[in-house]
């Protein structure tokens, strides 16, 4: 496991930590968690930014692969918005992603 990951407990939770200093980027990371249906992962670009990928496991997608993984669909989502307000995940949709920077 490299340096930058750390894993903790906080109460019935687990943490993964991607360690990283914004003013001194490493080199890309990634951290994924799969789960039935789908999974998560967190990358680290060269610039310090990190994308955040949520996934699900549905056929005809590349997500899905027959033998290997269980299928998923989303079947609720939403954004919600800094001053009020919701924006809903399509229900079609297999992928979504958000690129983070830290501030």
């Known amino acids: 496991m490299a340096k930058q990951l750390k894993v903790s407990r ?3 939770w687990t ?9 001194n980027p490493e ?9 039935p249906g789908g999974n998560v992962n967190v990358t680290r ?3 310090g930014k990190y994308w955040v990928h949520i996934c699900v496991n549905r056929p005809g997608t590349g997500f ?3 033998g290997e993984t269980i299928p998923g669909k989303f ?5 919600d ?3 009020g307000g919701v924006v809903d995940v399509h229900p079609d949709a297999d992928h979504v992603a ?3 920077e830290a501030r």
């Not at 943490?15 to 003013?23: A, F, N, Q, R, T």
């Not at 079947?75 to 954004?79: E, L």
């Open 45 to 47: 670009t060269s610039d």
């Open 27 to 35: 080199a890309a990371h990634a951290a994924k968690i799969n789960f």
């Open 15 to 23: 943490v993964l930590h991607i360690e990283g200093d914004p003013k």
């Open 64 to 66: 899905f692969i027959p």
């Open 75 to 79: 079947v609720g989502g939403r954004m």
């Open 10 to 12: 906080d109460g019935e």
């Open 81 to 83: 918005v800094v001053g």
């Open 98 to 100: 958000f690129l983070v």
